[in-house]
C-alpha cells in the first residue's frame, strides 16, 4: 500500500530497483524481466507513475551506457506493453494536448539518451517535425550494428496496430510533408534488408497518393 503513493517510500524503492537493474544489467536487463516487473508493481501503482519515476532516476545517472540500453527496453515495453496502452493512447493524443505534452517531455529528457527511441517517441507522439530534424541528424552519427537493428525493429513496429494513427497520416501526405520525409529518412539509413523493402513498399504507395493528389489539385486550379 505504501508504494501505491509517490511518496519517498516510493521513490526510494524505485531508486533501490534501478540499482539492482544496473548492478545485475546482464542478467536483468531484459525486456521479459524489466516487463514482469512492470507487470507486477502495476497491480500496486499506475504504470505512468512507474515510467515518469523511473525517467527521473535515469536522468541523474552517469553510465550513459546503462541508461542508453534502459531506454532501449523502456521504450520496447511502452510500444508494446498492453499494461501501457493507457500512456500510448495519451501520447498519442498529440503534443497539443496539455497531458500529453506534459508526458512526452517527461519522457524525453531521458528518452534522448538512445536515439532511436527518441524518435519512437517522436512518431507515437506525432511530433513529426522534430523526428525528421532527428533522422537528419543521424547522418552525424557513428552508425553501429545495435543502432540498425533498433531501427530494423522500429520499421517492423510502424507496420504493426501501434502505429496505425501514424500510417493513416499517410492518406494526407501533403498535409503531414515532414512525416513522409522523416520515413524516407530512415528509409534512406537502412541497408537493403527485408526493413529496407517493408518500408519502400510503404512509401512507394504515398508517393502514388502524392502524384495523384497534385494531379488533382492542378485540375481543379484550371
Known sequence: ATL???????????????????????????????????RQLS???????IFLEVAKILQEEHDKEFVSTFVQTLNMILLTSSELMPLRTLLKSGLDAPDAQSL???????WCYNAVA????CLLSMAHEHAYHLVCSFGEMHVTVNFLT??????????????????LQLLEPTQHP????????????????????LLKNRLKSVSTLTLTTYIQLNAEAE
Open 150 to 167: 533498433q531501427i530494423d525493429k522500429l520499421v517492423q513496429l510502424l507496420e504493426s496496430p501501434i502505429f496505425a494513427h501514424v500510417r
Open 178 to 197: 515532414y512525416l513522409v520525409k522523416t520515413l524516407f529518412g530512415i528509409l534512406m539509413l537502412l541497408p537493403q534488408s527485408s526493413a529496407y523493402d
Open 4 to 38: 501505491s503513493k509517490t511518496g519517498p517510500n516510493f521513490q526510494k524503492f524505485m531508486r533501490d530497483l534501478v540499482d539492482l537493474l544496473k548492478k545485475e544489467r546482464k542478467k536483468l536487463l531484459t525486456r521479459s524481466s524489466i516487463g514482469l516487473i512492470i
Open 104 to 110: 512526452f517531455l517527461e519522457l524525453y529528457y531521458c
Open 43 to 49: 497491480l500496486l501503482i499506475s504504470p505512468e507513475q
Open 118 to 121: 527518441t524518435l519512437s517517441l
